[in-house]
Structure formats: C-alpha cells, structure tokens
DNA sequence: CAGTAATCAGTGGCTAGGCCACCTGACAAC
DNA sequence: GTTGTCAGGTGGCCTAGCCACTGATTACTG
C-alpha cells in the first residue's frame, strides 16, 4: 500500500509558483515585524514594488494568505493580519466543506436554517416579540437570521450553521427573499414553529 | 467581551468576490458534468471566454479551488479534477459530540432528517414508489430511513446523518412513531417535500 | 528500423498598465 | 454637535501580451 517511489526515478520535482513563495515570505515578514490582530500590511503597489513582482501576482500572494485565515483583506481598506484562531473542533470537517459542491452545502444549510427556525419559534414568546417585530424598513436575510439565531441560542445546530455559512451564503436582496423573511418572521413571532421551518425550505435556492 | 452586535445595526454584508463565485460555480460545474480524478478541465482562455470574465480572474478561481484540493493546475498542462480526499474530516467533530446535551444532538438530528426527506421525495417518482410502497408489514423507523436515505443518495447531509446517529439513536416502536412513519413515507411517495420536512419535527423527542 | 533530437502547438505563469468600486477621514454646511 | 460632501488611497478586475513548461509529432541519425 505505500507508496515508495522507485530510488532509481526521479521525483517529478514540483517547482512552486512565485506567489507561493511570496504567500511564505511576507507570512515570515509579518512575523518578524512582530505584526498583530488588527495591523496592516503596506499597500500592494508599495509591496509589490518593493519585492520587485507584479501587483496581480502580490495580490495572488495575498489571496492564498487570506484562503490560509493567516490575513484578511479588505477592499478600500487594505490587508489586515488575522488573529491566529483559537482552533475550536470544527476545522478539519470545515476544510472538507471547500471541496464539495455549492449545492449540497446548500442543501444542508437550509436544513440546518429549519431546524433553527424551528428552535426559535419555541423561544420565550417576549423575546420573540422585542426581536423580530416589523419596525418599518425591509428585512435583509442576514439581519433576520442574526436574530433567529439569537432566539435559537447556542448549540449545535448553531456551529453548523456558522461552519456551512463560511461556504453557502445566504441569499440575495430580492423581493421574492424579502416575502420569504416576512413569512418566517411571522411565524416565529406566533410560535409556529412548522411553518418557521417550512418557510425555510428552498430559500438558499438549493 | 461579547462580540454581540446591536440587533438595530444593519448588517456589514460581506460582498463575495468574483474569483470566489467563479470558483463555487466551477466547482459545480465538474459536479455537473460527472467530472472524476484526472479529467482535465477545459483550458483557462476558453473557460474564460466562455464565463465572460479575464483570465487573470479565471486563473485566482483556479487557484483558489486548487488551494481547497478540488483540482491540480500544472504549468503546461492545464487543470485537473482531484479526487476527493480520504476525508478525515468528520472524526474529529463527531469526538466531540459525545461531550453535548443529547438534547442538542436530537435537535440537530431532527433537522438533518428533514433535509433528507425533503430531498428523497424530490427524488425519482419511480424509485420512490418501489421503495416504499407499503408492503403490509409495520414500519419501523430503521427500515423506513434507510429506505429514506437511499432515495437522498450521498452528500453532506447524509454524511451528518451518519455522525448525529451515534449519538442521537432513532425512537422506539410505539404506536405513535409508526403514524408518523406512515405520514412521512406517504408524503415522500406523494413528492411532496413540505410535508415530508414537516413530518420529522419533533420525531426523535427533540 | 530503432533510437534520439528538434520542433511545434497548446497550456499555465507572470508582467504591465489602466479603470472602477469601495472605504475612510477631513472639512464644510447646517 | 451633527450631517453631508468629497478627495485620496485602497483593492477588484480588465486588457494585452510575453515567457516557461509540457507532450506529442516530426525529422534526423546510427
């Protein structure tokens, strides 16, 4: 079963790219500039200026340190070093997430989202009410979901929901959305917790 | 401490770049086209032009998929679909299961079911029946969700099903989960799949 | 004819320069 | 003090192109 390569062939020698290097060596800067949570790198003209490579292969560079969770970058802002992360038990299965399709992450999280939905509905009735009353303006999913998950509080259904977001994000601004929110909303705030989970059902368009 | 933040304050909506929803779609692509380990994708100018958006743009959503492990870019030759990994994945978070509240655990489970029976009754109107047909004998719960199971084929859900069902162990044979039974393998015959989602709630006592 | 070297077409890697969308902070107007 | 405006700096993305690498074909040599 192991794979011992022939000591007569040679090994395919994978030469790495020139953004990986970079990816390395500004990782090994930011170390030895001694850079924390929050401090930002130089800009990517000025970076790539000063390691004498193009912009669109610095901010490749950039591109892989951010995929690593190692900075974070922000359009019109800059490149922000991450905190390195506390490393909870989700990662490993998070990893395995990037490598499936759209689609069945999607599918899981709308079952995650119903089973949220479901939990909220059967929250303390006055919470309900303070959290999830229609005040005027449009609901906007991410504003909904922020307090569903608040009613539904902590749990598992929670971290899954957090892990399988990172890779099925919620749906756009549209009216369709928009009804969806509305119907959902109105059923936790009656404390149906079937139709708070139904409603859910296709909203991530999975 | 708490980063909670305050339920009047609209959402920051973290805008998706375009390499990241080009990388999604691709993947979804190879899912499409049945692509297996060591097929080739078509070469990135033709994939561009036919996507409608540069090079550059194509080549950091290759990156960023080859980074994940969904494909191998090799200089000259072009992109190559990955196997998926051997997928360690799901161990480490299954351990730590066994350390919450079976109350959570059931919760959660309920979901996944749902998920899964809303999928198995959007399945193949002719497998549906031939599987679950009733056939004189009581249900149980096993048999009806291995029957379920195989009609929502493979993917992420059914995969959360296996973990969760260590911990989370289906109900016992009374009277009233048999209806329930009959409820759901009924609406998965039907296809309809709202009343199959809905049917699950609160099966396992959650 | 067999084996080797040169060639060539197709591929990704990288560069250069530019335009646009976005965010921030300063400053004027109220 | 508050609000609105605006300019400067930032990353996102594009066009256009050259270069390096790969694999198969072709030409050459013994």
Known sequence: M???????????LRRERLYES????????IEAQGLVGGDRLPPERQLAAELGVSRATLSRALASLETRGRIEVRHGVGALVREPQPAGGVPTWEAGLAQ??????????????AGLARTAAGADSSLRVAMLAPDGRPRTFDHTWRCVRR????????????ALAEHAPGPGDTAGVRERLDALADAVLRGDAAA?????QGMLGG
């Open 2 to 12: 192991s794979e011992e390569p022939s000591p007569r062939r040679l090994t395919p």
């Open 22 to 29: 970079l990816a390395a060596h500004i990782s090994d800067f």
């Open 100 to 113: 499936r399709p759209r689609s069945e992450v999607l599918v899981a999280r709308e079952a995650v989202l």
């Open 151 to 162: 009613l539904a509080g902590d749990g598992l259904l929670a971290e899954l929901d957090d």
């Open 196 to 200: 708070a989970a139904t409603t859910c």
